[in-house]
């Protein structure tokens, strides 16, 4: 049966300490720069895509739990985990949340999939709608090759590389980040990390939350007014490796890299990686924006 939670709402708090520990400074979701968004349509600072992803992400772990799942996923060895989810509103302080978890879909083949279609609503509004999958290979259509980019712990942060298009951005891995962006999504932060319990489950959408930041400063670079030409999310697609996650510890380096896959696109649409050390691809994004004056709100 589909799950529905009615229980969950936002307050500006929670949108500053989930923009807090993933560095976004995007004026959207600043508590007094959000008015200085030229034609912004929002009453008040939005709540983060990610922020928003990262509520969906526990709400199928709890599913998954609920309806004896794990135990499919990992005799599959369905070692992916894959976010595809389209923005179609906004979430703002006050608005009663609803997520509805449509019933579990499984095709078995090379590559089997375990998935779920997901919505999440605002006031009853659609606000983010998509599908939630576990496989055994990534599901995301981004590829990089990772012995033409070098050694990425030698490489300056905050630039562009060399030998290619890319931008990259230098991060941390951080229990205390995590934490804050767990409270922030309005999940509870023990249920992941525990240090009592010498329990560390970064959650999945947490590194790749920091991409925001990854491509807030690429743009910053090139000189994007964020105020005058205001971009919002318009989808993700992300695989991430769960077996690799699994194997992250405080203050390890995550190297984010994002390419432009074409400038001139009205929409721009970045493909994005997670990159532990410079060997081990944590995780693949396509990430599309649109401008503001685009949307229909």
């Not at 959207?28 to 008040?44: E, T």
């Not at 609503?121 to 290979?137: D, F, H, P, Q, T």
């Not at 890319?166 to 995590?178: D, E, G, H, I, P």
């Amino acid at each position: 049966m589909p799950v529905f939670d009615n229980a969950l709402c936002f307050q500006a708090i929670h949108i500053d300490v989930a923009r807090n520990a993933t560095d976004d400074f995007n004026p959207f979701h600043d508590k007094l720069r959000w008015q200085r968004i030229a034609g912004n349509p929002f009453s008040g600072p939005i709540a983060l895509g990610f922020q928003l992803e990262c509520l969906i992400e526990n709400q199928i772990r709890l599913y998954r739990s609920q309806h004896d799942e794990n135990s499919r996923i990992a005799s599959n060895k369905l070692r992916f985990s894959n976010y595809e989810f389209k923005f179609v509103n906004a979430v703002l302080p006050g608005q009663a949340i609803d997520i509805l978890v449509k019933d579990s879909q499984f095709k078995p083949g090379d590559n089997p999939v375990l998935g779920n279609r997901v919505s999440l609503r605002a006031n009853g509004k659609l606000a983010v709608a998509g599908y939630k999958r576990e496989s055994c290979l990534p599901l995301s259509p981004a590829e990089i090759d990772l012995a033409g980019l070098g050694d990425l712990g030698a490489a300056r942060d905050r630039c562009f590389l060399d030998n290619a298009d890319f931008f990259l951005k230098r991060k941390y891995m951080t229990t205390s980040n995590a934490k804050n962006f767990l409270s922030g999504s309005l999940v509870e932060q023990s249920d992941y990390i525990d240090e009592l319990d010498e329990r560390v489950d970064f959650p999945e959408t947490f590194p790749c939350a920091l991409l925001s930041s990854a491509l807030l400063e690429r743009a910053w670079q090139q000189g994007h007014d964020f105020e005058l030409e205001p971009m919002v999310y318009k989808s993700h697609n992300i695989s991430i490796d769960r077996d690799y996650l699994g194997q992250l510890r405080s203050n390890d380096a995550l190297h984010l890299l994002s390419r432009h896959t074409d400038p001139a696109a009205q929409t721009p649409v970045y493909d994005c990686f997670g990159i532990v050390g410079s060997v081990r691809l944590l995780f693949s994004a396509r990430i599309e924006l649109m401008p503001l004056a685009g949307t229909q709100i």
